[in-house]
């Protein structure tokens, strides 16, 4: 083996809840993880201001603070946590190949995936503004609901999950404004139909996002395009909701790693396993349905306990 090349146990690609969580029972089982932070070190978590439905926070704490924590969890255990992310992988043989910023080559006995998925934004200037102040743009309902009770927010989407996450809104606020780029909906009919029949939600059929409007700390209306007539209708918000899908960081894995149509990793059902003997996947980049931090958590607890077992098998 050349002297550029690193010989580890448990190899960890990103970080996060499942990434963390992953490392902090592989360093207790004495794998001496390696962990590289990826693009996005913390994930996801870290742009989202108030994580209150996280147990053992019965304040609340921000994502960023948690996930600093968690940081420290797994290096107070042994966990190596390291700057860079994967570039490319080679799981053909019995050793599992992975370069580091294009070039350093690790091998490794076990290999953690939590790279998690990256939620999708329509882009616009104003909405990326609000989303980096986290002043009243979210891409989860479910995370962040909760602080617009009583309030009137807007919600971008047509889709399943868009129709779930506005029924959902629809529970907690005064009003829901429902924006459908075309004239009809992409859900399937129940979901439809329910948003349909919640009275508190407005839908606007062939209504683009125009701008998300504010006093350049937090969100205070959106204006919205009719894509018949051009006309321009501002909605009176304080919350804008994008619900238009996700895309799992799981390109580099593609060639050997078994996807669904959309990208996520498949497992097998009831474990981290993925189609890889040793290689485990946890967190965002397998899970299109909860994509909770909590959730993320339990699942990278799976793989390094999953990644254990199979060491302990190959002994």
């Known amino acids: 083996m050349s002297d550029t090349i690193e010989k580890v146990k448990c ?39 108030e994580v209150e439905n996280f147990p053992g926070y019965k304040d609340g704490v921000t994502g960023p603070e948690m996930m600093v924590e968690l940081q420290a969890q797994a290096q107070r255990f042994g966990t190596d946590v390291r700057d860079g992310w994967a570039t490319k992988v080679d799981f053909s043989g019995s050793v599992h190949k992975v370069w580091i910023n294009d070039t350093k080559e690790i091998h490794a006995d076990t290999v953690i995936i939590s790279t998690g998925a990256s939620a999708k934004y329509l882009g616009l200037p104003s909405e990326q503004h609000y989303l980096n102040m986290g002043g009243g743009v979210s891409a989860c309902a479910v ?13 971008v989407g047509a889709g399943d999950s ?14 829901v404004t429902m924006l459908v780029r075309s004239d009809k909906f992409r859900a399937s009919r129940i979901m439809e139909e329910r948003v349909r029949k919640t009275e508190n939600i407005e839908i606007l059929l062939h209504h683009e996002t125009e701008e998300v409007v504010g006093d350049g700390q937090v969100v205070t209306s959106v204006k919205a395009k009719n894509r018949d007539t051009g006309a321009i209708v501002e909605i009176p918000a304080t919350g804008f909701f994008v619900a238009i899908g ?41 899970d299109h349905v909860y994509r ?3 959730t993320a958590a339990g699942t990278g607890c799976m793989a390094a306990l999953d990644a254990e077992r199979y060491l302990a098998s190959k002994e």
């Open 246 to 286: 996700h895309q799992p960081n799981t390109d580099i894995f593609k060639d050997y790693i078994k996807l669904d149509e959309t990208g996520y990793i498949i497992n097998e059902p009831g474990t981290s396993k993925t189609n890889v003997a040793g290689v485990f996947v946890a967190g965002d980049a397998a």
């Open 292 to 294: 909770q931090a909590i």
């Open 162 to 175: 868009a129709c779930e996450e506005a029924h959902y809104l629809s529970k907690l606020c005064k009003k």
């Open 143 to 155: 995370c962040d609901g909760f602080f617009y009770r009583n309030q009137e927010v807007v919600i």
């Open 11 to 49: 190899l960890i690609i990103g970080s996060g809840p499942a990434g963390y969580t992953a490392a902090i029972y592989a360093a207790r089982a004495n794998m001496f993880p390696v962990l590289y932070q990826g693009t996005q070190p913390g994930g996801q978590l870290t742009t989202t201001n």
